[in-house]
């Protein structure tokens, strides 16, 4: 079974649409991140958290709120989804011992 | 701030050849972590080398290796005898040492495999 997972692996919605993305870990970590993936762009961070009670805005947190409701899952919202919310979404969870990141398959978002 | 510059947007090698990736970054700091991560058109994200910058030896993992040049602040992958399953985007990242842990990345570079 896959150690970081993502919920839902692909979605198509609407501009104005309010969306969740959910990402589980069963590794036991305490940090949890959300990053976009853009075309030419790399990743970049939108929120990440240390544990369930400390939640930081990343680079690009403008339009997205996150939910920390255990320390298994971290949840990505967009309150209304625009076009150029387009993009690949990934969930990560960090071990603070290696300090090596892992990330969860990936969500594919198209918004029309 | 800290930035990663991978100045190749695509790279071709023949199977069984070797390919070396760059990567530069800038930081200040002296204490941090770089990273290769490859994305298959699975788009996971897989770890592939992991290298911590108080270390002067180069981390080798099987056919991956990196040249690691501190003072240059150079950060290349090479992949020796290249296979078909190589072909991938690889990201290179930095991560400064300590509790503020983000990681940011470099642009990628798209590797083709040739057979």
């Known amino acids: 079974d896959a150690d970081v997972t993502q919920t839902p692996r692909n979605r198509i919605t609407k501009t104005g649409k309010r969306i969740m993305l959910e990402c589980s870990q069963t590794?036991?970590?305490?940090?949890m991140y959300w990053y976009r993936q853009d075309p030419g762009l790399g990743l970049q961070l939108i929120y990440y958290s240390f544990d369930v009670k400390d939640i930081n805005k990343g680079e690009i947190s403008d339009g997205y709120s996150v939910s920390r409701q255990a320390q298994a899952k971290f949840s990505l919202s967009l309150e209304s989804a625009i076009p150029n919310q387009t993009a690949l979404y990934f969930c990560?969870?960090?071990?603070?011992?290696?300090?090596?990141?892992?990330f969860g398959p990936g969500t594919r978002l198209t918004v029309l | 701030a800290q930035t990663v510059t991978q100045s190749q947007p695509e790279m071709s090698v023949q199977e069984a050849e070797t390919v070396t990736l760059s990567c530069t970054y800038d930081t200040s700091e002296s204490d941090y972590y770089l990273f290769w991560y490859k994305q298959p058109p699975s788009r996971q994200m897989i770890l592939v080398i992991r290298?911590?910058?108080?270390?002067?030896q180069n981390a080798t993992e099987n056919r991956f290796s990196v040249n690691f040049q501190k003072a240059a602040k150079s950060f290349s992958l090479k992949i020796s005898d290249s296979q078909l399953g190589d072909a991938a985007m690889y990201f290179c990242a930095y991560r400064r040492r300590g509790r503020d842990d983000k990681i940011i990345f470099g642009k990628g570079t798209r590797l083709h495999i040739l057979p």
């Open positions: 990560a969870t960090s071990d603070p011992g290696r300090d090596t990141q892992y």
């Open positions: 590794k036991g970590h305490d940090r």
């Open positions: 290298q911590e910058a108080y270390k002067q």
